[in-house]
């Protein structure tokens, strides 16, 4: 893992491309969770999320290894593939995305919009993750994995902006998909010599993580049905797993209503979008509501590229959405050891 030398160099390189994102302590939150709330924006990337901070710093460190890459291939179903696109437009490499049939077409957008070939193809992300990895063979182009030293050091950058800006937080609650922004968060943490709490956070319907802490070894679910397709993890990483084991104090599950409600909450008393990974984080704040009383905590908004028609139907109460209910690129993959 990174020392903090090695933070500070990717925070400034991360800063060559985006602002430091804001931390913020909203009254109305204070008010409804009986405590200080810190909120950290990743929200307010170009990007739309954490993730972009990953994107630049693999890229950079990949280029340092290999200077004369053909190209640049990988699977997503989101960010992850839109922090790729950015990195690789800004770095002058050709790169191939490939998410599964029926993927959210905002999503698509904007990878595209980036100069990513993106391809439609498989049932679900295994099924494009499989066949990204053989084309990377047969093409001779690099696979870029989801879960990676050089993505955590990059995603690390806005754990260092919050924790050295709102110093004494008691505790920070951080949503877990395949991993990177809670490991980024612990060896942060850890670096600084902090005393701070750090929560995960995990859907009850893809609860993996949950699980394989609990039983001291990696569990794997058989479905992930959760329209928060950020935290949609049926097979925790093993290198990941081991850093949240050690690190975590705690892991939360919450549900669908409940991350619908933090997303409700987010609008109402901040006026800031939250996709369903990106308002995990604050639902599980609000299930701590007695233990925080009181106290100075943060959560992070981890993104906010949720659909049009999703955060619709989650603002006016109608019945939920399920086509984000398929599981995640970054988390769903059925070969944790490759990367």
């Known amino acids: 893992m990174f020392d903090l030398d090695a933070l500070r160099q990717a925070a400034e390189l991360v800063h060559q491309s985006i602002p430091p994102t804001p931390q913020h302590a909203w009254p109305l939150?204070?008010?409804?969770?009986?405590?200080?709330v810190w909120v950290k924006h990743e929200n307010h990337t170009p990007a739309g999320a954490f993730k972009v901070r990953g994107g630049l710093v693999y890229i950079q460190e990949l280029i340092k290894r290999e200077p004369r890459l053909p190209g640049l291939i990988t699977a997503t179903r989101g960010n992850h593939g839109i922090s790729l696109a950015m990195a690789a437009r800004d770095a002058g490499l050709q790169l191939r995305i490939l998410?599964?049939?029926?993927?959210?077409?905002?999503?698509?957008?904007?990878?595209?919009?980036?100069?990513?070939?993106?391809?439609?193809?498989?049932?679900d992300f295994d099924t494009a993750r499989l066949r990204a990895a053989q084309l990377a063979k047969t093409d001779g182009w690099h696979f870029v994995p989801s879960l990676h030293p050089d993505l955590i050091?990059?995603?690390?950058?806005?754990?260092?902006?919050?924790?050295?800006?709102?110093?004494d937080l008691r505790r920070v609650y951080v949503p877990i998909g395949l991993g990177s922004g809670i490991c980024g968060m612990i060896r942060t943490r850890d670096l600084l010599g902090l005393d701070t709490e750090i929560i995960g956070v995990v859907s009850s319907a893809a609860d993996a993580y949950a699980q394989s802490v609990e039983q001291g070894r990696i569990v794997c679910t058989e479905t992930a049905d959760t329209f928060a397709d950020g935290m949609a993890c049926r097979m925790p990483a093993p290198e990941a797993l081991e850093i949240i084991r050690t690190g975590a104090a705690r892991i939360l599950r919450v549900d669908?209503?409940?991350?619908?409600?933090?997303?409700?909450?987010?609008?109402?008393?901040?006026?800031?979008?939250?996709?369903?990974?990106?308002?995990?984080?604050?639902?599980?704040?609000?299930?701590?509501?007695?233990?925080?009383?009181?106290?100075?905590?943060?959560?992070?908004?981890?993104?906010?590229?949720?659909?049009?028609?999703?955060?619709?139907a989650i603002l006016t109460g109608k019945p939920a959405v399920a086509d984000q209910s398929r599981s995640n690129p970054e988390t769903a993959h059925s070969a944790p050891a490759a990367h």
Not at 29 to 36: K, N
Not at 153 to 167: D, F, N, Q, R, S
Request: aromatic letters at 2%; proline letters at 2%.
């Open 153 to 167: 050091k990059g995603v690390a950058t806005y754990a260092l902006e919050l924790l050295e800006a709102v110093p």
């Open 29 to 36: 939150l204070a008010r409804r969770l009986g405590c200080q």
């Open 99 to 123: 998410v599964p049939e029926g993927n959210s077409t905002e999503k698509n957008a904007a990878m595209r919009a980036c100069g990513a070939e993106v391809i439609e193809y498989g049932r």
């Open 256 to 312: 669908d209503a409940a991350i619908r409600h933090a997303i409700v909450a987010l609008h109402e008393d901040t006026h800031n979008l939250a996709e369903g990974a990106g308002a995990a984080a604050l639902a599980a704040a609000m299930q701590d509501r007695e233990r925080n009383r009181g106290k100075r905590i943060a959560v992070v908004l981890s993104g906010a590229n949720i659909d049009r028609e999703v955060l619709a």
